[in-house]
């Protein structure tokens, strides 16, 4: 079983306050700490799950700047065979179908029986990226997968719908899916881990290498061009709790109280 | 500007809120555009929904086959792209759903129509499309405009619009012959599994105290779940506790577990964002505690503690303790 994992290098955001540059165009992320997006995570552990259960070779593949490399490390570290990043500086401002332009100019030549991505990215949250791609592949997909099951040339896949219900489907080999959080327990990987994956290949490849123009990708080769960046509106205005932890757990319990929920 | 298409979504049974909603926004934008609105309806047996959407658009089409009976997106996206292809709608819409996630990419990129995911609010502006849709787990708004086209797709987020009351559009009912020749050999639907029956019904409960990434590591957990004990409430979460396998699934609160309206929701080390908010924003009263001021969840509380969790819980702790006594 030879398998894809397209991989996005990306700023965690879950826990940072999130400021928007002067020009209202993106955020500040030079004090930011940057990782494998969430989902593509969990894709990965599925990769490779697969791999040492049937054989064969994981790629794990990215769109991005050479900070990127230190994604495509991690996932040769969990035990990707090979990673390739495509790298152009037109790429700056791509949206989600111009992302699954690039990878498809790669990926076309490329032989594999499965190909995995995360469901979404935590930044941009489009969605777009893993689908898109499957259909200029010319390929079947099924997105939001939380479980695999590989049967002689093709797949049974669990699809997570709403409020906790799932859709089985069976889906033909080679396919691509979408890999939805919570699927498997992605593994850990140490600091000397990462360093002994440096003798893996990691090639870089240029746009023109893939026979891409600069007007394919980028703001030019987007179907979304971000106008402005701004804070949400709040729904309501929350009243903060002012003082130490004893004081405001002090009024909370009263506010509980007046309530009658104490 | 011509048509706009909201295509329903419906499953074992029942057209999904977000149809309505989208047929709501559908409306809004064409009269402003003066346009005309069109529900698309695939389904086998679906005469009753067909007469029900009557009622909130200009238009409905119908395709009618049993091959359309449940979701699958290789057969949508046949249909779909020939009736797209045929009436040339200026606008389609469809839920940014499980559903509306697996189907709407392929589609934009077998038409080569602009797509834009996920989206909050949009509007026609100087003849351009321009969207506004959440970045960063909801931290961030970003208003985007589309490249200009003849024709867009949209997924719409469940719960961005206000579902009108159903008026008596007196839409035409218009049936179409399904496209399909037959059976797809590369996929096919199975079968739905249900959620397990957990242990615990927190949608019967009026108190919940809901933890979330905040808590960094599982055993933490007793530190809120005695807060929920002195509290008489159970003990709920977000997500990425469910997928850490911290705990089950039945605890679940958000899009992909269950929808809760209790009488008081205190979150604990949750950000907010939108798949978890839309499980617990009915809820009477909110309280958020959280170190990130900025935390999304503050716009949909009504209280808000900014402090350590691992501070403030334990505290709280011991007053309803205190106050119990008493």
Not at chain 1, 47 to 65: F, H, M, Q, S, Y
Not at chain 2, 123 to 129: A, E, I
Request: proline share 4%; glycine share 10%; net charge negative.
């Amino acid at each position: 079983m030879d398998i894809i994992v397209c991989v996005k290098h990306v700023p965690d955001t879950t826990e940072a306050e999130v400021v928007i540059t002067e020009d209202g165009k993106s955020i500040k992320t030079e004090d930011m700490p940057f990782v494998i997006n969430e989902w593509d995570e969990y894709a990965v552990e599925e990769a490779i799950l697969i791999k040492e259960r049937l054989g064969g070779t994981v790629t794990a593949v990215t769109v991005g700047p050479e900070e990127a490399d230190a994604t495509l490390r991690r996932c040769l570290a969990k035990g990707a065979d090979r990673a390739i990043r495509i790298s152009d500086e037109a790429l700056e401002g791509s949206d989600g179908y111009a992302i699954a332009k690039a990878l498809h100019s790669l990926i076309k030549d490329m032989q594999f029986d499965l190909i995995l991505t995360g469901a979404q990215a935590s930044d941009d949250g489009y969605g777009v990226v893993g689908v898109a791609l499957a259909e200029m592949l010319g390929i079947p997909h099924a997105a939001l997968v939380k479980k695999i099951e590989l049967k002689d040339g093709s797949a049974v896949v669990h699809r997570e719908l709403e409020g906790g219900l799932e859709e089985v489907l069976e889906v033909k080999l080679p396919a691509l899916f979408t890999i939805q959080t919570g699927i498997n327990e992605p593994r850990y990987v140490s600091i000397m881990g990462i360093r002994r994956a440096r003798a893996k290949e990691l090639k870089v490849l240029g746009l023109a290498e893939l026979g891409l123009g600069a007007g394919d990708v980028g703001v030019e080769g987007s179907w979304l061009r971000i106008q402005r960046l701004y804070t949400p509106p709040p729904k309501k205005q929350a009243t903060i709790l002012q003082g130490s932890p004893s004081d405001v757990a002090a009024q909370l319990a009263e506010i509980l109280k007046s309530r009658g929920l104490v | 500007m011509g048509d706009i298409f909201v295509l329903a979504e419906h499953r074992m049974g029942e057209i999904r809120d977000v149809t309505f909603e989208m047929l709501s926004k559908g409306w809004e934008l064409a009269e402003e555009a003066g346009g005309t609105l069109t529900a698309v309806l695939l389904g086998h047996g679906v005469d009753g929904f067909a007469k029900k959407l009557s009622d909130y658009a200009q238009r409905v089409l119908v395709v009618e086959d049993p091959l359309l009976e449940n979701f699958n997106a290789e057969l949508y996206q046949m249909v779909l792209s020939h009736l797209m292809r045929e009436y040339k709608p200026s606008l389609t819409m469809i839920g940014h759903t499980g559903f509306g996630v697996d189907l709407a990419p392929a589609l934009a990129v077998e038409l080569g129509v602009p797509l834009a995911t996920d989206c909050i609010d949009l509007c026609f502006r100087d003849g351009s499309l321009v969207v506004v849709r959440q970045m960063y787990g909801g931290k961030v708004n970003a208003e985007a405009v589309l490249r200009p086209s003849e024709s867009y797709i949209v997924t719409v987020r469940p719960a961005s619009f206000e579902a009108r009351e159903a008026g008596a559009a007196g839409g035409e009912i218009v049936r179409v012959d399904s496209p399909l020749k037959g059976e797809v050999d590369y996929k096919r639907f199975v079968r739905y599994v249900e959620p397990p029956k957990g242990e615990v019904d927190i949608t019967a409960a009026d108190i919940i105290v809901s933890i979330g990434r905040g808590i960094k590591d599982e055993k933490n957990i007793p530190i809120v779940e005695e807060l929920a004990k002195a509290l008489g409430g159970v003990l709920a979460c977000s997500r990425p506790i469910v997928d850490k396998g911290w705990l089950p699934k039945d605890r679940q609160v958000g899009s992909s577990g269950k929808t809760v309206r209790p009488k008081v929701y205190i979150a604990v080390g949750i950000s907010g964002a939108f798949q978890h908010v839309v499980g617990m924003k009915d809820s009477e009263l909110v309280i958020a505690i959280n170190k990130d001021p900025k935390a999304p969840i503050f716009s949909f509380a009504d209280y808000g503690i900014v402090d350590d969790l691992f501070k403030v819980v334990p505290e709280l702790t011991k007053k309803i303790q205190e106050l119990k006594a008493s």
